[in-house]
């Protein structure tokens, strides 16, 4: 288990850094590297795919299945094809949990009928697809994969606080509980799973993106995960962004983490530091087990993003 943390956490770290010509070709050119799903089940019905950007959730109703999170662009195929792997029901609906492209482009590879359901803060960031804060687009990137493909795969219902979708066992509960990573972090619970899905604002244990271009809150995340925390009732275990899946109880920590992080920008801000004496001096704190190093661009850009929020 702590292996599989210590990844994730290393893959979440660099993961908008990479470009997406990079996770598609090998390392010495030629043919492109294939691309490999990966499934974990995790119950009967709901299966974790990883590659190719975020983590997926596979959700299997009686109506048909829902997926959260499609990945980057040309892994939406990819990723249709291993859920038939698993079940020959037909895919009816997409829950995007925030804007960024590693979450959100295969929408367009999906058929054009499937119903896409996001908050309604990333259903605006979606139609204008801004590149995240800290981030250098990857060269041959789309720009707006959405424009690109016609509007196609773009949201077709939003929620603002709660949502509930299904019922019984097949029941979707998605909540809002405040800025974090972006302005418009969609937490979708299972709720007969005893399971949440928390997309990138929980990635993994590691120094989260903070994109501000999109609405995101170094100053806020901390307080925005706490709720999520308080407010996952019966929950046992959430897919996270990028890494293992973990408990509600490293959700808190984590909660805690970012408090503590903004914290101490906001105290060397006071004290008269520069945002780069802040970043170059500021570790992790060792009560914080298990928690990769940042990328010092990440960390720079995360201080500076916690420094512009401070008065």
Request: net charge neutral; aromatic share 6%; proline share 5%.
């Amino acid at each position: 288990m702590r292996r599989q943390i210590v990844l994730g956490v290393l893959f979440a770290a660099g993961a908008f850094s990479m470009s997406v010509t990079a996770l598609q070709q090998p390392a010495g050119g030629g043919q492109p590297a294939a691309r490999v799903v990966e499934v974990e089940k995790l119950r009967d019905n709901l299966y974790m795919m990883r590659g190719g950007g975020g983590n997926s959730a596979v959700f299997i109703t009686a109506g048909g299945v829902v997926v959260v999170d499609t990945k980057n662009p040309g892994w939406g195929q990819p990723l249709l094809d291993k859920i038939k792997t698993v079940t020959d029901r037909p895919v009816t609906m997409i829950i995007n949990t925030h804007t960024h492209g590693d979450h959100v482009s295969g929408n367009v590879e999906f058929p054009a009928t499937v119903d896409v359901v996001t908050h309604e803060n990333t259903a605006k960031n979606m139609e204008s697809m801004r590149t995240p804060t800290g981030i250098t687009p990857a060269p041959g990137a789309p720009a707006n994969i959405f424009k690109d493909n016609g509007g196609r795969g773009l949201p077709k219902r939003t929620f603002k606080d709660t949502m509930t979708l299904g019922s019984g066992n097949d029941r979707i509960e998605l909540h809002y509980f405040g800025r974090g990573h972006t302005n418009g972090d969609a937490w979708v619970v299972f709720p007969a799973l005893r399971l949440m899905h928390a997309g990138d604002i929980f990635s993994g244990k590691n120094i989260p993106l903070l994109d501000a271009v999109n609405g995101g809150s170094g100053v806020e995340i901390g307080q925005t995960l706490a709720r999520a925390a308080d407010g996952a009732k019966g929950v046992e275990s959430i897919i996270t962004g990028h890494s293992t899946v973990m408990t509600v109880a490293d959700l808190r920590e984590y909660a805690a983490f970012n408090n503590d992080f903004a914290a101490a920008v906001q105290a060397a801000k006071k004290a008269g530091r520069t945002p780069d004496e802040t970043a170059s001096s500021w570790t992790i704190p060792a009560k914080y087990v298990g928690y990769g190093a940042p990328q010092p661009a990440r960390l720079r850009a995360n201080v500076q993003v916690v420094w512009d929020e401070t008065k």
